[in-house]
């Protein structure tokens, strides 16, 4: 259920462009259509080949930036940023992208991911002297970079890149040269295009249908991009690499116009819908999905099940950050929030409501409650992806297992406690034909650890406790819907 | 097209509620709600019997009021207002409801709806020595009240509407009573609801579902409903009455989830567009609908006409107010805004793209454009309504008849303008089937004077001068999509 | 004392100017002149021959005004305001010139000074229908204009003018006109400068100096002052005058600066010192004065005693609207806040401490107190002007007869009361001699009622009222010094 | 001339406390009474004895700091910091104290003054790795604490010391430590108090008068205090001292009330003036002070001379931040900004102008033609202080020497420039002796450098150039008065 997993997350999403006069406003273009990927908090950094300057604020995009501050960003060269909203760490110095300027060069970071060993690696450097102004992972790599020996910037970002582990999509900046990396296991999307002679990067390709960009490819896992004014150069910092793409970019984050490795994502979650309808049918009179993520899924679904696909569920489009949150007592009373059953279509009705996941099923509850409430005669749960029963520590924050209902009930159970007329979750095989991959699990490039707790790297003990402390501070938070 | 009929329009949303301790929380709710139909500015009234307080500002209900000024808004009655962007005569002043306090008691007024005799009774009334502190019409009904000779507040409102002409939904507060009117053709939407002893009043239906009301019944054209502590009483102002209802709010205003007239908007929408697959079938491989008013048309087209439906349109959920638009430059060279295609969907496809209206055609051609653009092999657009050849005066404004293309254009021009490889407009018998009318004209319930030209009720001249005073000061606005 | 007034004070400044290209800006230093006389709101409308503009708010001209506003106020003619912080009834809506826009012409007006029968005149203007916006006096006179039935705006203006009692000085703008009234007593100051062509009004001659203005001569009482594109014309709206110039301007109110009667101010005030000097001689080390507008009357004490001025007393210049005051504890273990004094200068010294006025007499006991703890042998207080016994019903809210410390209480009960060694007061013969007037009360020219309790004009009961009122909201606030 | 070098300075205040449970509201107040010592921001750091808080901003102290922000800083321990406003380097990060947090322990430091070997240390650690976050000489010591090897804090501050050069008071606070260092010169005051158990240390001991602290004893010149739970510790982080304090803090920077070395400020002000009525009489009607700083030296001028003293000139108190400066075409046709002449006390009379410096002359010129165009028949200009002839490298930013008006003009031709009657300056042994010092240089115990180009420390050629790029960066801002 996007909602739900929303808050807890820590996705980004980031964007460049080098060799445009007007770089900062395409990466203002870029970073919109990236919004989905966070909106806690925005930033560009520029280049004019001289200085770096930078803007960034707390909130959207639009919020960030008015028309004063991207004037200001005069240059060829951008990258920028948009960070999810947080439990904790939050605050104005953790918005991206990182500049540190020096009398020896600057450097400019904007980072979609979560590594996996920086609490040690920090841990290390304040040992040494260095002092960190932020409390985000991402300023980890830039100490590394600014202590490392090596004469040029490029071998300096390979071997800092070389002690990070998680995963990492990374742009780099410097006043004359704009760098991409990703990960060894490629968890993130990021791809690269063409727009007339400049190139641009983004996490997501519909950043280049906004800006009428062409798609060239995606970065590879273990690729070090470097762009200047030369053109385009590609490195490798490893040949130790595995493709596991993030699953849940295909299942609920990434926006329905992407294509993620090449498949495009409405398309996929049609599939799964689709797949789901063969493996569970059910005798009902309405599909109806949970907006936004999952009317794909559900549309598919209803195609291959027969059953007229309805507008069961209304999102209120205008909850925003400043929304104040009803009274106890009044949401006891029935004042619904983000989340609307429309009582003309599900009224007398058997209702096969789709959801593409379930993590704690609070909000599951919920939404079954509601159609009840408004006078469905049955609700049918179909989960467009398989049961959540680890956490991720790759940068969507599916919280500790103690909370994920997966992780200590059947499916039975869930059923109940959700109280469903019936449940059913895609199952592994589904989910890669789906998408398209390969069903045998170690070959089908695909992250699959939170459906199977197989990690495919090694995870640290104190990341471990990090993720707990965070679930715990969100359990303090009003849960949203 | 929505967003087109959108930067034109002068709908509003009122809300009121009597009897409840959180008056004032239950208005917020219900005005969120209420949203898309004014995102100009908000306000709220409040009154706990002895006096009347106010909180209002231009934005959103989630911008303009924060936890301070809800807590601060204490007492048994409230009224809202929600208040849609208009091209001149914004500005705080004009934001509803207004309030006017003075030493014979104090008097508050939300208005959902248009005047057609306002400017002349404003003439007389400054004549008189009346001062006017705001431009919008509802002052006029406050000083015609306060001038009126009548002993009660009742009569003094029933002598005031009986003076006004054109449409509306009026809302009044006085310290101990709430007030609630509908002029004599019921060309807006106004209902009476219940949640637990308390009487709440909303534009649309979908306010009683988010606050847990219970729906009672709409308000008849010519009535005014007097509530105080005492109960709930239905007066008339006059006697000659004739419903009809804007035909607009089923076919694009209304949220899909209220009844207006108990008929579900959704259906409603949806039959429109089984509809058009009947009068005007397509060979073509995918269905899409412009978001977000044309999505249930869209769907009922796919299910009666077998194509499938698809997300080929994908709109941005941050464009708001502070969105920077594109300069003319990067808008050639492809940078899209609101909308964008998916590519993944409609490449090398025949696509039918339903829109719920077309005004000046201009965000047709852009959107068949651009889905030219992303590769749709032919384009088929189908258009869940008659075609608008006349200026409306009673609170949509589809501007002056130079700009409506229909007024001016047969359907195979206007094809050619938006360049579509076919276009359709749905029947008037069409429409009033769909909705579920008596297909006569002079017998159907709804207002159709924007497809025929036959207004409802006598038109003044000066009304038809402001009308295209208001849009040529549109005209030399950035148009929106 | 100054600060204790302050709290309580209606006390304004006006400004006008017609004839230069620059209006807007020239007010603007006006006002910002004039600050002193109120800092709560400003606000200026400007009139380019066809259409008034106004911009206003609340804070000090430099809050209020930024360069873009500026700029958008064009026109050759302009009238501003600041506004006295009260104890009730602030708010945006009350902040002046008050704008009237109307299809039969435009009308702003700004107000310095009290209307003593507004309250009557407002309840029979709202029985008739009238709706007020405000709760400001100066929306009487603008619906006594409009409700006239004469023909010219002059003879509407007179009109109104005869029915309104009490002290004022207006200026009054219409697209082509610039208008100055002041009462037949004349309580309130109100000069004309010329700059180049044009003419300027202001409440003090200090705005004429700021912006390099001629002084031309004083408004009269009972005089219209009608400037327009033809030049200045002067009529006469009463031949009842009395010029009674009320004596606090001279005593603490105007800027030191300013000539009020052609009578320079710091001057006068210095005479004070010097008379005082000579009524009330003592024998001490130091005299220091309570700033900032005591320190003119304490040089004359000095010069006249011979015994060495210094700055005993130091005032914070950074204390503004955001300051917190301490808390009780802190303020009891010694945090200051407005005042320190300067131990250096008063440590084993005896102490002459000037100061303007005596009101309740808490701020003089809390500087005798400082003044003692900061090591001063003896403390001697010199009041400027004689004791204030009677609330002022023209502008100077010098509360309500029961706060008046010298109300109740004899001279000797005073010093007990704040504690000094020796307290003495200005004598009445002798202010009047310092100043400059005769000495026989009946022929003075100034207003000497907060001293005698003999009006000049009537006074309405329910006024009397009002002043209770206002002083009882007042006690619930926190003190000021 | 204060407002002239305002525009230059670097000064800044400085306070903290320790063992009192409002330790941030004193803070507040501290830091209010030190605002004349810097106006650009402020900030507040506390420790609760676990961790540390800040809240800083961009403005004056009741700007930054509203009631919220002060309840969320409670502990026993706070620092407190108020900047001035330069010419570049400005901006938020700027605003101290500084806060480093880490996983081995935060710090907090405040700086008053200005290190003349920061650049080359800058580059030293940057070449290291060290990442720098602001461009403020107050971080190169937060490195060098952070890199020092040594196992105490107090350790690593004292060896970090040994390696800065230059004008410092700092105030550094840990979890459980607060800590004060002042440079072997004693450059800047610093000094030490108690109020109840708690200790204070203060910029000026004015601050102690507001909380109603008391007077302890100055900081020494290279001592290191360290407060703690267990009391206050003193030690010698060098042995190699020289009080050479800066005599700028007598003649104009510090507040008069405040004791600077056990010397009233005030008082020494007014033997300046009293000096220099002695050195250079003159015949005149009226003697009158530059608000505020020259107002205590015109006293005493007045009272040797026998000369009356008056306020001939009045400075507006409402010129902030956001004042818009007059246009040249205003300003020339005689708008004034922050200074007005007082026509009826200067007119026709010979006046003496004191003031308290000369730096570029521009100021001095305008005031000085300001008291001529209000009528004064003679202008006779006595500056309280030595001409300045050399640039301060220790935080009072006196310009380039290029700038310097009397570096390369004689008396008589700074006269003509300023267009002047007569002129004269206090002598060097004027001012010592009025201060109350031995009148040998080498042996008075104040630092002279920019009367003598004597600096009492090595001068780095770098800081040279940084001088003169501020100079230059200055130049193209508006000239303040």
């Given amino acids: 259920m996007l909602a739900e997993i929303k808050g807890l997350n820590e996705e980004c999403g980031v964007f460049g462009v080098w060799g445009h006069p007007d770089a900062a406003h395409l990466t203002y273009y870029g970073l919109h259509s990236l919004q989905h990927r966070g909106q806690e908090g925005a930033g560009i950094v520029v280049t004019d080949g001289e200085t770096l300057k ?4 707390l909130g959207l995009v639009t919020e960030v930036f008015g028309m004063g501050e991207l004037k200001n960003l005069t240059g060829k060269g951008a990258i920028g940023h948009v960070r999810y909203s947080t439990a904790g760490g939050g605050g104005f110095e953790n918005v991206q992208p990182l500049l540190f300027n020096s009398q020896t060069g600057s450097l400019a970071l904007a980072h979609n991911g979560n590594l996996t060993n920086a609490i040690a690696l920090r841990r290390q450097l304040e040992c ?3 002092i960190f102004q932020t409390t985000s992972d991402t300023e980890v790599l830039a100490h590394l970079i600014r202590r490392s020996g090596f004469y040029t910037i490029e071998e300096q970002v390979k071997n800092a890149l070389s002690m990070v582990k998680g995963a990492y999509a990374y742009l780099i900046m410097t006043e004359n040269k704009l760098m991409a990396a990703l990960d060894p296991n490629g968890f993130r999307p990021l791809s690269i295009g063409r727009l007339d002679g400049a190139y641009v990067l983004a996490s997501e390709t519909c950043a280049f249908d906004v800006i009428g960009a ?14 200047d004014d030369t053109g385009l150069r590609s ?33 996929a979650r049609k599939r799964l819908g689709k797949q789901m309808a063969l493996e569970a049918p059910v005798e009902a009179d309405v599909v109806t ?54 009582r003309g279509v599900v009224e007398g009705k058997r209702v096969v409501m789709v959801d593409d ?4 099923g609070t909000t599951s509850r919920r939404i079954v409650k509601m159609l009840r409430e408004a006078g469905a005669k049955e609700v049918h749960v179909r989960i467009s992806s398989p049961p959540i ?20 009930m059947s499916i039975e159970e869930i059923r109940k406690e959700i109280g469903a007329d019936s449940l059913a979750f895609l199952s592994q095989e589904g989910l890669l034909k789906a998408i398209g991959r390969s069903t045998e699990e170690e070959n089908c490039g695909q992250c699959l650890a939170c459906f199977t707790g197989k990690y495919p790297t090694e995870i640290y003990p104190n990341e471990v406790n990090r993720a707990k402390n965070k679930a715990q501070q969100k359990d303090s938070k009003t849960p949203a819907m």
Same sequence: chains 1, 2, 3, 4.
Avoid: W
């Fill in 128 to 130: 040494q002297g260095s």
């Fill in 54 to 57: 930078i803007s960034k604020g």
């Fill in 289 to 342: 999905g949970v907006p936004d993520s999952s009317i794909s899924a559900a549309i598919g679904f209803a195609e291959a099940s027969g059953i007229p696909y309805e507008l069961g569920l209304i999102k209120n489009r205008y909850v925003g950050r400043t929304f104040i949150q009803p009274s106890q007592e009044l949401r006891e009373r029935g004042v619904k929030m983000k989340l609307s059953p429309v």
């Fill in 389 to 408: 029963i680890s956490p991720c520590f790759y940068g969507i924050d599916t919280s500790s297992t103690e909370e994920l209902i997966a992780a200590s």
């Fill in 214 to 227: 062409d798609y060239v490819r995606d970065v590879l896992p273990g690729e070090l991009i470097i762009i």
């Fill in 235 to 267: 490195e490798r910092f490893t040949m130790n690499v595995n493709r596991t793409i993030c699953s849940m970019e295909y299942i609920y984050f990434a926006r329905p116009d992407s294509n993620v490795d090449n498949i495009n994502v409405h398309s």
């Fill in 357 to 360: 996941s379930i993590v704690r």
